[in-house]
């Protein structure tokens, strides 16, 4: 499945949008998943099987929220990535409330040109972020770059259910009910419009897998969530 093609525009229209709904991210990612989010991170986080002594990146981290969660595994430091400031300043202010500011380190920047040196990080994580990247292609071969050999990465993304009668249920709630609150909560015309539209252009199950290994991941799979509206992949980087 080849994704459509994306502006040069692109990347400054996603971190406009993201950093003018900022403000109230966490609490419509509360309502409109039912609070299901919490659940995917931590079941995210679980597979991922963070260690004590490792060093972590969670990419496209936002507001922290899954960082957050693969410190509490008590390793040795996480380190989130994002280009929307708005969103790392909210990260960083939740870092600090909840006492982790010396477990988590924020550093502006792209994750499709990572500011890291190669085979840094024992693991890697990306939660709902590379729908948004111009290349989602290029996002994944530079988390598989960073990564030591034998990381892991996992990957959390939106996808449809495979079965006809939720698949329809679903797309009924995504397609009219949640643009419609989304705008009316974050004061934000498109972004929540923009989710669907991108949601049913990303490749899903088999073909993103298809693309995790192209960019150089092995042991590739993937796993249904609540479902399947959240698809939870994996994959690890190669030991030589």
Partial sequence: MNLPERSAQFPQQIESMFGAIAPRYDFLNRV?????DI???KKAVAVLAPSKDGCYLDVATGTADLAIEIAKCRVRKVYGVDFCIPMLNLGMNKVKRKNRKDDIAFIAGCGE?????????DGTSVAFGLRNFSSPENGLKEMIRILKPKGRIVV???SMPENIFLKWIYKSYFDIILPIFGR????????YKYLPESVSHFPQRKEFAEMMEFAGFKQVGFQNLTFGIVTLYTGVKNDC
């Fill in 156 to 158: 959390l993304e939106f």
């Fill in 113 to 121: 040109a990572l500011p890291f040196a190669d085979n840094l990080f």
């Fill in 32 to 36: 409109l998943s039912f609070g299901q």
């Fill in 39 to 41: 659940y995917w991170r």
């Fill in 184 to 191: 009316m909560v974050s004061k934000h015309d498109s972004a």
